[in-house]
């Protein structure tokens, strides 16, 4: 008689509280602030820090090493990052890995496959110009290799006018060099004021990552693969696939062949429709306890359809919805308090004014109000401290609002 292989089942809370450990929350935060290796050791774990130019709150990639360490020296992350005109300690690197994200550098030949499928991996501008101006990408890599690191104004080339509904304004100087900097021929060299300056690729990464052998696409992506196993814990195929932006085929291949090598064990969990992979050494802790804010960039929320299935938390980046359509607000944060996401939040800095706004705060159905405003009181009180500003102002909107304005000193 033929056996029927059956694939071991997970409760929700259990693997809730897998994805919470693999993505570094349910310890307690260091009664210091981490040193440069902390926070190198952390990235690794989450395998990329995502980049946003918004800096209503604070930059997106500074929030998620707070959200899981505290309070930091965030020139700590600028020198190991080449951000900012201080001196540099590289350790990170940019490139296109979820999106624009630093990287730790000994990740960046896994992305040599990206770099050389422009023409299906980059957006449409980014690969067309080589083929449209390819004497343009030219002058503008021996440019980069005669002045560089420049930045994308010293190409010389003109910004054309506003266009009303595009997001970026770029110039065709640009363009050659986002060009340039995804097929891997130029790098940042650093950010200044979050302007990115370009490099050689020879000038950007330290020669031992240079020199390393170009794993083929397979290997590279198997790789990535395992990279975000690690920082899921429990996943999808397409939560995986998601991680590092892989195409939809090769991420199915991937998954397969882990599955079949045994490292990645296929389980069932309540509730889930697809079935999901465990990373086998993924910590299985019996409980959480975390208290974090989330940048609305942050690697645990990702894949919004992955943070519903977790969570039942439904979220949506509403800054670019026109203001009268907005549900939340403009920068939204969720608001994790042990394994679950309890609220949410609307911030802004007001930096002359040495405040943390809460221009909006949102209880998730059935909490206990006081005590999810009592703890965001707190994590508010120490996110602005962090930050260099003097008190917190809750404003009146939302229905967690009172019970946060009436805790808030």
């Known amino acids: 008689m033929t056996s029927v292989r059956t694939r071991p089942k997970l409760s929700l809370a259990r693997a809730r509280r897998i994805a919470l450990a693999a993505q570094g929350f349910g310890r307690p935060r260091l009664g210091r602030p981490p040193d440069s290796g902390q926070i190198v050791r952390l990235v690794r774990r ?7 130019s918004v800096n209503v709150f604070i930059r997106a990639h500074y929030m998620p090493v707070f959200s899981r360490l505290g309070p930091y020296d965030r020139a700590r992350l600028d ?37 050389a499928d422009v023409d299906r991996e980059a957006w449409g501008s980014i690969s067309r110009i080589a083929r449209q101006q390819p004497e343009l990408v030219a002058e503008t890599l021996q440019l980069v290799v005669d002045q560089g690191p420049i930045r994308a104004r010293d190409t010389g080339a003109v910004r054309p006018p506003p266009r009303p509904g595009h997001m970026w304004n770029w110039h065709q100087g640009k363009f050659a060099l986002e060009h340039l900097f995804f097929t891997g021929r130029i790098g940042a060299a650093r950010r200044v004021n979050f302007e990115r300056l370009y490099d050689t690729i020879e000038r950007v990464l330290p020669p031992e990552v240079l020199e390393r052998p170009t794993p083929s696409p397979a290997e590279a992506q198997r790789e990535l693969i395992r990279i975000a196993a690690r920082a899921l814990g429990v996943a999808t ?18 998954v397969a062949e882990l599955v079949a090598a045994g490292e990645l064990i296929e389980v069932e969990i309540e509730g889930w429709r697809a079935p999901a992979y465990v990373w086998p050494d993924a910590r299985r802790p019996r409980r959480i306890h975390a208290r974090a804010l989330l940048s609305p960039f942050d690697s645990l929320i990702w894949f919004r359809q992955r943070t519903e ?79 260099g500003l003097q008190e917190v102002v809750v404003a009146g909107r939302g229905d967690l609002a009172p019970d946060l304005a009436a805790v808030t000193g």
């Open 79 to 115: 020198r190991i990052a080449a951000h900012g005109e201080g001196p540099i300690d590289r350790r990170l690197v940019e490139y296109w890995a979820h999106e624009a994200s630093l990287i730790p550098v000994e990740l960046h030949p896994l992305l040599r496959w990206r770099m």
């Open 309 to 387: 299935r977790l969570f039942g938390f439904r979220y949506r980046i509403e800054i670019y919805t026109p203001a009268a359509k907005r549900i939340y607000g403009y920068y939204v944060l969720p608001f994790l308090l042990d394994e679950a996401l309890v609220a949410r939040v609307d911030l802004k800095s007001d930096r002359t004014g040495g405040a943390l706004l809460v221009q909006g705060a949102f209880a998730e159905p059935d909490v206990d109000r006081a005590h999810v405003a009592r703890e965001l009181a707190d994590e508010l009180g120490l996110v602005a401290r962090w930050l």
């Open 237 to 254: 195929e397409p939560d995986l696939g998601d991680y590092f932006r892989l195409p939809r085929a090769a991420s199915k291949a991937r």
């Open 46 to 52: 989450l395998g990329a820090l995502q980049l946003d």
